[in-house]
């Protein structure tokens, strides 16, 4: 399979998982939602909550199908820039979805739990 | 994941056919894809309608999971606004609907292959005409991604 479809069934898995999980479904599909904050801004919000579930889910997705990897690896496999897999590292450490299991060239492994 | 179903219909083809997965509500739209079976209205073999109690019960992952199993096309299909059997289901889809459409848009496929559209039970004929063309559309898009990526493997 050639790498470009790879990619577009990677990101697709991701979609599909990060529609399935709480934080999306909290503020996708209601007809009406009723908090105090301008409609612009909450489309901007929901969009950066989308915008984040599909790259942790990748992010996830990468260290269940090769096992433990480093920011680094990671980054190679889902083209994301480091600094922002590293953001997501920290909130998906803290949410027990990943942890960590020693070390590599200095650098720390990560697993998905 | 299941990949096979979609597959199996689709091994020995030559000239391209869609296959077009509906997701019909229970009230208006598989009454109205009835309807038009009823009054003998010819509309293309390509669609496969799934019938859900109401288009607001159709979860996201439904619409994206019918693509990455191989789908061209994904319709969702219910009542008018306003004529909700459960009030305000429908409306509830239309909002969702933008997030699919962003989402299948930043995945890297075509948006054009989901649509939303509103039958009401007496659109018989609205019905085999939106199959037709959504046929004809999906035809000059040319085979989902998918349908290539489970068929190399």
């Known amino acids: ?113 | 994941m299941v990949e096979e179903p979609f597959e199996k219909e689709n091994k020995a083809e030559e000239k391209f056919e869609p296959l077009i997965v509906a997701y019909c509500c229970n009230w208006c739209a598989y009454a109205g894809a009835d309807l038009a079976g009823t009054s003998r209205f010819e509309y293309p073999t390509n669609i496969r309608i799934i019938r859900v109690m109401c288009t607001g019960r159709i979860d996201p992952t439904l619409v994206l999971e019918a693509l990455r199993m191989g789908a061209d096309g994904v319709l969702v299909a219910g009542c008018h606004p306003g004529d909700c059997h459960y009030q305000k289901g429908n409306y509830m889809m239309e909002k969702r609907f933008e997030y699919i459409k962003k989402a299948v848009k930043t995945t890297g496929i075509e948006p054009e292959r989901v649509r939303l559209e509103w039958i009401s039970a007496s659109e018989g004929g609205k019905f085999a005409a939106l199959v037709r063309e959504m046929t004809e559309q999906i035809k000059q898009l040319g085979p989902s991604p998918f349908r290539l990526v489970n068929n190399s493997k």
């Not at chain 1, 969009?47 to 980054?75: F, Q, Y």
């Not at chain 1, 920290?90 to 299991?101: P, Y």
């Open chain 1, 1 to 113: 399979m050639s790498e470009k479809k790879e990619k577009l069934k990677r990101k697709t898995d991701a979609t599909i998982d990060a529609f399935k999980s709480q934080r999306l479904r909290w503020v996708v599909g209601r007809s009406q939602v009723k908090v105090e904050v301008e409609e612009a801004k909450y489309q901007q919000t929901v969009d950066s909550i989308m915008k984040d579930e599909v790259e942790r889910h990748m992010i996830i997705g990468a260290l269940k199908e090769k096992g433990p990897l480093t920011v680094e690896e990671i980054a190679q496999l889902t083209e994301l820039q480091q600094s922002k897999i590293v953001q997501h590292i920290i909130a998906l450490r803290k949410n027990g979805l990943i942890s960590e299991v020693g070390e590599k060239n200095r650098q720390y492994l990560y697993q998905a739990i």
